[in-house]
């Protein structure tokens, strides 16, 4: 059964000032291990090797997304806006909160070498035999399948989902905010206060008073903004390579019967691709690096040397280059190869996707559309009426990069027809 | 030889806005492995598990010091003030950089458990076999023994010693800043432009202008409430005291020959006090927190409560008391022993130190005096003009507090005489 | 009878991002000329002849001053304390509001020159023929005396009084906040989320819990150093100086029957010291910045010097002195005179007030002091707890300042004694 | 002969900490009565009936803009590009300074209702017979006509006029960031440092090196918001129409022969268009806003009303219109004066001019464009390169708005057509 705390209990918090915590349960979910387990993954990944202020945490960022939502709501049950279902207050909040918990170290490198995904293993642990668990069915038995299905997008009030899950969701306001503050870049102040006060319930989605359209317009301008500028930066995708090599130098050797020097629990599991819940938990970033700074030492020289460029922050460089073709790139690797170097480690080729467009682009999903709320209860999509999010909504502003190690290339760099070779000159 | 950049180099800060690299020493030092360690080395130890906020790296911090450093020096050349030895330039701004490099993981309570001190570790590593010793013999032979002469407090020339540590130094004035930034406890804002704009050489010690007395006030308070809100906060405490029992603990059972269901390299190393300086380089918070995470898994009890408690943020509650002597301590423990409790693990009791105060106390040394110069030369320390510092430096505020676990001191509270667990009550 | 708006309406703010009007009253109240009038009268007087940012009027203060009290009201409705009495949200409301609608132009100055007071004003200005009488009494026949009382302090309920007047009120926390604004002098920011937080009603009196004492210590110190820093600045009392010296030449010529170049209403009455209601709204700072130009060219010397002196900022210059006894007052007048100056002009000796600290001294009215409450439902007086708020209120930091002009003072120099001249000279 | 000042002196400011004065020129600029007149013109008109934070002055403004241009300069001198002329730094310094000196009371409208240009007569201010002119000679005899020339944009050292006037100029750059910092509206938050740092001469034109696009699309769609939020905001427009009203009737009824309750220097010359410089200097917000305050009693009553309408903030309101045509204005005119009201001054129809995107549009003068340095030295026009400006640059967003007075239009409303009547329901 929901109880309210005796005593309100607050976390001070860079963004938010303060985060308000008001029910036993949301108390009890803070404190289980793991969601004190997301205190040692970073919420940007790698990206603090591009902006060393961007060393906050996956903790710190979903007290702050809970307290948006906390806001949200509060506003809402304020209003008395009948389209609010005020009994789902408690599996919004909760879902709010524990919405990243099934994040991994380094969360889209390990997602994307062992092919899984954090949404699943977030529901794995609402799920499973947890802690979280615990405190969700104290309050109630049906707690857990409930925030698993918000978390799904699967659950039945499809306004608790919208309110979890959408393109102007407590997620990202709380992203930009938080990643503005720690990297110190200012393009990502967004008029937080406005749009709290400017969201409606209405009809099953969570929609905008067609007044607070500016203010909307600057929040996608900053998440423009904020992508190109961190998000995106080829800098963090160099890292992100060198991971996702070290992971698949490790996956290869593991499954080729390699004598490692340093292995420990659960890292066999995990190459293997075969995790329980329990050992799932046990990985944070703590344990990778622990992991890499040991294999500096490996002798298998592939495993080491990758090792030796996360720790030691020795990354590959690129350059720019406007278009390649699937011929280009044979070409490439295979000069490469002659010239001895080994291109499935010692190069890549990256398109970044412009996904975060994709959500407020015109028809798809209505899921992943801002709707403006006008004076007469009539809704719009936010381009039809706004033309810089019309104008902004249709660039694509990708361009390829080439990841290589300088020091490798230089090596063999007069090994290569020159105009392989010129690929490698910045512009 | 000392080489400036081509191109001046930046990175993006939080709190300086942008950190300006004009050296190509000071950005090979910041590209050395041993300096990129101190990204797995957080600021404030183990602060976060109190404000959630503090996960930033000695790394950020180092990088703050060196710009406030470099800024007091091009201050200073821009007016040509006789008193600074223009060619100290480089061994300054790379002590300002280093200063921290020696630092182990929870630095303090690390030290205190095994008799370490970071300033000689740091010596050690600019000194030793090490890629920033090669960095700077690169520059000039002499220049590891001078940066090392600087940290050690013996360089002779005394102006650069008292540039890179005095009460008002790069050092305080970032972390100042820093904590404030990262926290969002705002009682850190000092006004750098003002108080570096008045720092001035003169006679062998950086002073400030009498002008300048007013916001050296205010950051003499700042530093007063950070120390109370945020450095000496009991529960920060706590967990610290955990830290310190898990070392305790450790080497207790590493002595007595316990064969340890995990250990890695450099730990039994560290557990018998026996490290070299490439040991010493291996350890961080993600190796420590790692190795804790295993022990939660150990088969002696008290070694895997107390990793428990550490990794999954179940600290030792307090109660404050006003006096303590040494025989109420002995009875107090004695009773917990009776009472089937482990007096060494299950209790610690603690009494902050004021040593904050004591570096603008009058008196002692002129090294931890704040100076000021007035306009006709003369030199006063800022207790002798300021009230206000006057009136806080007398001040000590600090308490006992005695740290337990919760649950097992409920378990035996009963057999407990009253005069004994009136102790216990929070008042 | 009260009505609420049928839509919240806000006014963008730079210190409270937004402030929220919720009833038609207080949206009426801000719309009456009187309180338009607020627009055209600086907050700090004549601030912004020594802080050029200082511009910000007591409109802004006022919807602040508002702001937060409206907060600190539905915190307490929300926590439904029972020491606060609900019916009278309105009636602080609008006496928060309205507090500083009965300020003169230039305030202190003008007060002083012309023996007024501005919340005698304020209450005639409630109690009158006015528009914010009648919007008041459209609530409540009742509501402009109940208003006024609570100015006054009168009122019969002590808790609305204190919550509107006392050391920790709503008028205090939002200058410190809008003053460190404007200026960009920040040691005026306080954690106004927590005090107000932590704010309780009790027992007819506001006051803090506990736990709040560091933030109170910390608002304590901040006021310290605005006093200091600002509002006793000496180039602000000298333009203070300017202002109290053309009012006092100007009543001088008035009753002397001198043929004034220019006047316009409410002038004669004002000069005469009997103003209506009316005339005292028309009364602003664009008005007697007007008047002042156009007597730059008044054919008495006296009166045309001062004003060009205030207008074009030239400013008396002061010297500071440790002590002073009315036989030196004396004795530098004399010398004056001698020389051919006029010492009632071109001389003030001035001794900032220590008031601001009176107000937490202990002793006294318990009107002027904090009040912390402690978990048992104690009351202490916060220097009783505070070592750092005793240290503070002890503190005398007043000197003699000597203003006069230099051109005139340089004019006569030579014929000066040498002990008096010596007083001319800057330390 | 240019002196710099022994000691520099500082201006605190809230937008850029400190204002650094080096050269005795500047101060004494700063101290004339022509530079210290700009303390009583606001920086943003009327835009403080809409956003009451809008408050600062156009002194507090110039200030800034010197800073930022000294600033820009300093860089230039530390890099030693050929490209800028050292020796004209004081005349730059000089022009950004006084760039705005000519600007009257609410400038805007003042200058339509008389058809003045303020940039003629700050070139008359530099000029003439006054202080600024003879501080100027003091330094060169030729420095004013130089300073006059920059500000005519007719100077023969191109690169000093484009660092005054330019799409990304100091007083661009300063409005931005003063503005969106009093109203607290965050859109204007620009990384000012960055885009100073990337500032480079190039052939006579200031331009951007190519990595900061980002920064310069920032600083683009800032203005862009800010153009939209605050510099158009139809309530600000309704109270320049209100002045611009009030001017036209006065100069109406002066030209007639009406009497005046009330008029004084230099308002008769102002009516009749034919004002001395000495006179021009007179006029202030505050003699402005004095007049008005007297008109609120003129016996002729369109005058009287206008006046308490501005002085009292009875705006008029508007409606927005999608689309308006000349035959449409006509016949509602021609129903207002049919149904009694005086469509001179009972109504206006506006349509915000899309000037500021003008500037960075492809096309026209170079003077109006914003161009990259490339690596190989190549120049850019922005919009060439950034999607994002080409897609905002075409965006027309204005609309028609109709206003008028409420509460007239609604003693004749049902005396109007009725297709007439919708046109002032708002929709």
């Known amino acids: 059964m929901h109880q309210p705390l005796s005593e309100e209990k607050v976390f001070k918090d860079?963004?938010?000032?303060?985060?308000?915590?008001?029910?036993?349960?949301?108390?009890r979910l803070i404190n289980t291990p793991e969601f004190q387990r997301l205190r040692r993954i970073r919420q940007l990944g790698t990206s603090y090797l591009t902006f060393h202020g961007a060393e906050h945490s996956r903790f710190s960022h979903s007290l702050g997304v809970y307290e948006i939502t906390r806001r949200i709501i509060s506003q809402f049950e304020r209003g008395d806006?009948?389209?609010?279902?005020?009994?789902?207050?408690?599996?919004?909040?909760?879902?709010?909160?524990?919405?990243?918990?099934?994040?991994?170290?380094?969360?889209?490198?390990?997602?994307?070498?062992?092919?899984?995904?954090?949404?699943?293993?977030?529901?794995?642990?609402?799920?499973?035999?947890?802690?979280?668990?615990?405190?969700?069915?104290?309050?109630?038995?049906?707690?857990?399948?409930?925030?698993?299905?918000?978390?799904?997008?699967?659950?039945?009030?499809?306004?608790?989902?919208?309110?979890?899950?959408?393109?102007?969701?407590?997620?990202?306001?709380?992203?930009?905010?938080?990643?503005?503050?720690?990297?110190?870049?200012?393009?990502?102040?967004?008029?937080?206060?406005?749009?709290?006060?400017?969201?409606?319930?209405?009809?099953?989605?969570?929609?905008?008073?067609?007044?607070?359209?500016?203010?909307?317009?600057?929040?996608l301008m900053s998440r423009y903004q904020m992508y190109w500028q961190i998000y995106f930066h080829p800098v963090t995708r160099s890292s992100e390579i060198l991971l996702r090599k070290i992971f698949k130098r490790a996956k290869e050797l593991f499954k080729n019967g390699y004598e490692f020097g340093f292995l420990l629990d659960p890292l066999p599991d995990l190459l293997k691709g075969d995790l329980t819940v329990e050992q799932y938990l046990m990985l944070d970033e703590s344990l990778i690096q622990t992991v890499f700074g040991q294999w500096k030492r490996e002798k298998d020289d592939i495993l080491s040397d990758l090792s030796t460029r996360f720790m030691d922050r020795k990354l590959y460089k690129y350059v720019e280059i406007d278009n390649m073709d699937t011929d280009t790139i044979d070409s490439i690797r295979g000069a490469l190869a002659e010239a001895g170097l080994h291109p499935e480690y010692d190069l890549e080729i990256d398109f970044p996707t412009d996904l975060p467009y994709d959500v407020f682009r015109k028809g798809g999903s209505t899921d992943n559309q801002i709707l403006l709320l006008g004076r007469q209860g009539e809704v719009r999509e936010i381009s039809e009426v706004s033309e810089i999010v019309r104008s902004i909504s249709g660039i694509h502003r990708g361009k390829y990069h080439m990841y290589y190690p300088q020091n490798k290339l230089n090596g063999v760099k007069d090994r290569l027809p020159a105009e392989i070779r010129n690929y490698f000159v910045k512009q």
């Open 14 to 27: 860079p963004v938010h000032n303060y985060i308000h915590v008001q029910d036993t349960a949301i108390w």
């Open 81 to 219: 806006f009948p389209d609010w279902p005020k009994e789902e207050r408690l599996v919004a909040l909760c879902a709010a909160l524990l919405h990243d918990v099934g994040h991994g170290p380094f969360s889209h490198s390990i997602e994307e070498a062992f092919h899984m995904n954090h949404e699943d293993w977030t529901c794995r642990i609402v799920l499973g035999d947890t802690k979280i668990n615990a405190v969700l069915r104290q309050v109630d038995e049906e707690l857990p399948q409930k925030v698993a299905a918000v978390i799904a997008k699967t659950y039945d009030k499809p306004i608790v989902v919208n309110l979890v899950t959408s393109p102007l969701d407590a997620d990202r306001m709380d992203y930009l905010l938080r990643d503005a503050h720690s990297t110190g870049v200012n393009y990502g102040t967004i008029d937080l206060d406005r749009i709290l006060r400017l969201l409606r319930p209405h009809n099953g989605r969570i929609v905008v008073k067609e007044s607070g359209m500016h203010a909307v317009e600057d929040y």
